[in-house]
């Protein structure tokens, strides 16, 4: 069975940081594309960051110069190192991945899911 786990969660000031890490197991992604959705109460799930199978990566404007995504391949892991967050951070955030291989779209075509991880952030 193929799992994507989230971890990292929790609460933080405004102007501070934390780190969510996603490890998954059942199958290797290490030739697919992962990345990190959030959702936000009442709004739809909006794409955050991406990573390729050969580390290209994609932001969404709203975080891009704070947050930054990396993988390490031989754990199979993804995580999302977010600076200077911002009460408009604050949403559950999952973890995603591609099941197709050497997929250059890094902005659709994502397969699994995590069960997702609160992040909230305080004024």
């Known amino acids: 069975q193929v799992q994507l786990v989230e971890s990292g969660g929790g609460l933080a000031q405004a102007g501070g940081s934390l780190r969510l890490s996603c490890a998954a197991s059942?199958?290797?992604?290490?030739?697919?594309?992962m990345g990190w959705f959030r959702q936000a109460p009442g709004k739809e799930r909006e794409l955050v960051a991406g990573?390729?199978?050969?580390?290209?990566?994609y932001y969404a404007d709203s975080v891009k110069g704070r947050f930054t995504i990396s993988r390490d391949k031989a754990k199979d892991t993804v995580s999302l190192q977010m600076n200077n967050l911002k009460p408009e951070d604050t949403a559950v955030y999952y973890c995603?991945?591609?099941?197709?291989?050497?997929?250059?779209?890094?902005?659709?075509?994502?397969?699994?899911w995590g069960q997702g991880t609160q992040v909230s952030v305080s004024s």
């Open positions: 059942g199958r290797t992604f290490s030739n697919s594309a």
């Open positions: 995603t991945a591609q099941s197709r291989p050497y997929d250059n779209s890094l902005v659709d075509r994502y397969d699994y």
């Open positions: 990573i390729s199978w050969n580390y290209n990566t």
